[in-house]
């Protein structure tokens, strides 16, 4: 009877320790299948905090005066994803400023073609030359212009030599990947006139820079898509 006893609860015990091990093993699975989960949702939400958001769209229809503007705005990032941006002293970024602009009436856009004077005292008329010339990989012409522009204004002269040092080593130098094209005897002016900067150090090179984006660009500025597009969407 003793022996027999001792069978049964060995048998049970066994039975107790199989049922045990499997609960173990169905308690890991269960486990690891959690564990997989949380990393799927995990992976999925960190996939949509990375993922950029969607471009809101416009709320109404600003007219073909806000459209120029727009399609600026695509031409200018089509520019950018082919030829780089190119930025200088002082320099702003277009696409910003000319969506935040009031667009140009289709009086002042008609006006820039009658003489180059009438596009560059624009402020909308240079924002949209300097983008076509952001195209024709000649932006530095229009940067090194407003630079000089910019140091006309200055009457400190500690602020006058580190401008006129800036411009220099930007556009001037030949060691400068935004180096302007000027002939010998003006870098001669210049530097003759960088040994004591003044706001009108770099006035001849500036005219030169003015003459050569008035006969070379502007012409082809003028049969450009950007400005027939701007003509189309203003007329």
């Known amino acids: 009877m003793k022996q027999g006893k001792w069978t049964k609860n060995c048998s049970e015990n066994v039975g107790l320790l199989n049922m045990t091990s499997v609960m173990r093993r169905q308690s890991s699975t269960s486990n690891e299948n959690d564990v997989r989960m949380r990393n799927s949702r995990a992976g999925a939400h960190a996939q949509s905090a990375d993922s950029p958001p969607s471009s809101p769209v416009p709320a109404g229809d600003r007219g073909s005066r806000a459209c120029c503007f727009c399609w600026l705005y ?3 990032l089509a520019v950018k994803g082919t030829n780089g941006s190119q930025s200088g002293a002082g320099d702003k970024k277009l696409t910003g400023v000319a969506v935040q602009e009031e667009p140009p009436s289709v009086e002042e856009i008609a006006a820039w073609s009658e003489s180059f004077d009438r596009l560059m005292r624009s402020n909308s008329g240079r924002t949209f030359f300097r983008e076509f010339l952001r ?5 530095e ?5 407003l630079a000089c522009e910019e ?19 930007d556009y001037i130098s030949i060691l400068s990947p935004k180096e302007v094209s000027l002939d010998s005897r003006v870098r001669e002016v210049i530097n003759r006139n960088m040994v ?5 150090t770099f006035d001849e090179a500036q005219l030169q820079i003015y003459t050569l984006m008035h006969r070379d660009s502007y012409p082809r500025f003028l049969n450009s898509q950007l400005y027939k597009r701007l003509l189309q969407q203003t007329s």
């Open 151 to 169: 140091l006309k204004k200055e009457d400190n002269p500690e602020v006058v030599e580190e401008k006129a040092r800036l411009i220099n080593e």
């Open 196 to 200: 004591d900067p003044t706001p009108h």
């Open 141 to 145: 012409n229009m940067l090194f212009w």
């Open 74 to 76: 695509n031409y200018s």
């Open 135 to 139: 195209s024709e990989y000649s932006e």
